[in-house]
C-alpha cells in the first residue's frame, strides 16, 4: 500500500514539475496571432455549453419584437459590438481589433447566431466569453439592454425595412 501512495503522489509530483518546465521555457504558447489548438478549442466549447445548459434563461425574450426594439437592438449594436462583430457587410467589415484577437470573433453577418436561442445570447453578452476576448457587459449595460442586443442578434438576417435602413448605416 505504501509502495502505491509513493507511486501515486511521485507521479502527480513529475507531472507538475513537467508542467511548470513547459510553462518557464516557452513550450506553451502564448502569442494571439495563432489558430488555437483542438484541445484549447473543445475544453472552451465544452465548458461554455455546460455553462449555457445550465445557466441561460429558458424563457422567451421579455424584449417585444416590435421595430422600436430592433432599431434600438441595432443602435447598440453599432456603438459598443460593431468594433469586434463587423457590419451588415460581415467578413468583408473585419476591424483591425476583430483581425489581432485570438480566437478571432464572428462577423456576425456572415457567421451569425439567429439560430442559438436568445437565452443563450442574452447568457454569453451579460457574463463574456472566458478564454476570448468576448467582454462581459452585466457591469454596463442593463438586462433590458442585453435582451434588446439578442433580439437584434436573433434577427439580423431578416429585419423590418426600418431597422434593416439603420443596420445597413452601421460603421465600425
Ligand atoms: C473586444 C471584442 C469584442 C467585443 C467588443 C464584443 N465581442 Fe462578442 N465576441 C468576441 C469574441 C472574440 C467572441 C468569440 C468567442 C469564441 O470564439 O467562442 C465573441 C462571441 C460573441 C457571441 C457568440 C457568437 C457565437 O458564434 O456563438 C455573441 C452572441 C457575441 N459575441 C455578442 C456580442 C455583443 C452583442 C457585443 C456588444 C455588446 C459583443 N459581442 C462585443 C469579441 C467581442
Redesign the pocket.
Known sequence: MRGFLFGVVATIVVAAVCGYVALRSGLVPANADGEPGWLEIWA??TS?DAALDHEAPKGPNPVAMTDDNLVAGVE??GR??A???GTAQGNASASP??KG?Y????Q?AT?G?ED?PEGF?FW??KHG?RW????S?GSS?TDEQIWT?ALF?NHMNKLSPAAEQVWQKVRN
Request: aromatic content about 6%; hydrophobic content about 50%.
Open positions: 472552451a466549447n461554455l447598440l449594436y459598443h459590438c468594433i469586434c462583430h481589433v476583430a484577437l480566437p478571432q470573433p464572428p456576425l457567421d447566431v442559438d445570447s454569453k453578452i466569453i476570448t476576448g468576448m467582454p457587459w449595460l442586443l442578434l
